[in-house]
Each structure stands twice: as structure tokens, then as C-alpha cells.
């Protein structure tokens, strides 16, 4: 988990290119994500921009399947209390 949440705080990667680092499947991957979308760790951000004349300049290979996620604050204190534990 805290390889996954310090990737998404350094700023991601495709799934794709995440599970290959990490020598594990996407379907366990994603397992993992929900599991820590669902513990309040990691919120989804919209990428919803219909309404903005410049939504195909800003992410062009995003559509609207593309799921973008970050480090809430209790997935902040996480990675802290990992980084804690092993100093």
C-alpha cells in the first residue's frame, strides 16, 4: 500500500505501468486502490471538463473512463505513520 500511495503522491502513472513496477496484477492493483479509496486514503478527482473550451488541450488522453486519484489527508498521516514506524 505505501509504495502505491507515495506513486500517486509523486503523481501516478497508468495502472498499467504500476503494476508492472510493483509485480502484480491491475486486477489486484485496482483491488488495492478501491480497498484504499474505500478506507478514505485516496479520492477520486473529476476529470469531467465538457463545459471548458480548453478540456481537449489540458489532458488529451484522458477520456471519460480515466480515473485520476490522490492522497487525501488521512492518506497523508498514513504514509507519515509508515515512514515513523520504520525510522
Given amino acids: ?4 500511495l507515495l506513486r500517486i ?8 505501468d504500476l503494476a508492472e513496477e510493483l509485480g ?8 488495492m486502490i478501491d480497498f484504499m479509496e474505500n478506507r478514505g486514503y485516496l ?11 480548453l478540456s481537449s ?8 473512463t480515466t480515473k485520476i486519484y490522490t492522497l487525501t489527508p488521512s ?3 498514513l504514509i507519515s ?3 515513523r514506524s520504520v525510522e
Fill in 24 to 31: 502484480i496484477s491491475i486486477p489486484t492493483l485496482q483491488a
Fill in 9 to 16: 503522491r509523486e503523481g501516478g502513472g497508468t495502472l498499467n
Fill in 1 to 4: 500500500m505505501k509504495k502505491i
Fill in 75 to 77: 492518506g497523508i498521516e
Fill in 43 to 53: 479520492e477520486k478527482i473529476s476529470t469531467h471538463c465538457a463545459g471548458c473550451p
Fill in 57 to 64: 488541450k489540458c489532458f488529451p488522453e484522458y477520456d471519460s
Fill in 81 to 83: 505513520e509508515i515512514n
